[in-house]
């Protein structure tokens, strides 16, 4: 095996150098490291996870709305820092401890309120569309955990905010993270509920 020792390799023309043929193996033994200043491209890597942020609301909380109108629910949004490529996805998970007086919905959203297409279900006439929520009138005296997830492609590499928002047929109230109930029986749960951006790298 042949050995060539030098300090620094340039090109003698233009400014591209070639290792190797296809087919070639290039071996880093262990305990060597590989130190990347610039921009690494073609490698791969595909599906990592780069970052992830939760928020989490453990507070109970009874909320009224104005009827048949989407509305913020406090303590479930979060932000990611700066996205690692424009070609990155982001993972987003939310799970909402509800129960109302009537149907209730949530549904998962950026952080200007605009709706995400996969987020939501189909444009049906005048069906509300949202992520998860009761197809019928709920008893108030229970608890329900609706779960939506889903991926969005920002485009960009700028921060994204994503948030929970709730909706509640007429003007009812919904109880987030508690049934309505005033008791402090140790049969009564006081629950939590999150929601979690995660980047993956595409």
């Known amino acids: 095996m042949s ?30 490291t590989i130190v990347n200043s610039g ?7 595909g599906g990592k996870l780069l970052q992830a942020v939760i928020g989490y609301k453990i507070d109970s909380e009874n909320v009224g709305g104005t009827a048949d109108s989407w509305t913020d629910l406090s303590g ?22 509800m129960v109302g007086d009537d149907h209730i919905a949530f549904k998962i959203v950026t952080g200007d309120g605009s709706d995400i297409t996969n987020f939501i279900g189909e ?5 509300t569309r949202a992520t998860s929520g009761t197809a019928y009138r709920a008893s108030d005296d229970m608890n329900y955990c609706f779960n ?16 929970v928002q709730w909706r509640c047929a007429n003007t009812g109230v919904v109880y987030i993270n508690s ?4 008791s402090t029986s140790v049969d009564d749960f006081n629950l939590m509920s999150s929601i979690t951006a995660i980047e993956i790298g595409a």
Do not use: C
């Open 3 to 32: 050995e060539i020792k030098v300090n620094k390799i340039s090109p003698a023309t233009s400014t591209d150098i070639t290792l190797g043929d296809s087919g070639d193996t290039f071996t880093v033994p262990s305990g060597a």
């Open 39 to 45: 921009t690494a491209t073609g490698f791969g890597g």
């Open 76 to 97: 479930l949004t979060v932000t990611t820092a700066t996205l690692a490529s424009s070609s990155s996805r982001v993972l987003v998970m939310a799970n909402v401890h």
């Open 123 to 127: 444009a049906d006439g005048s069906r």
């Open 148 to 163: 939506g997830t889903g991926i969005a492609s920002p485009g960009v590499t700028t921060a994204q905010t994503y948030k």
């Open 179 to 182: 049934r309505n109930n005033s």
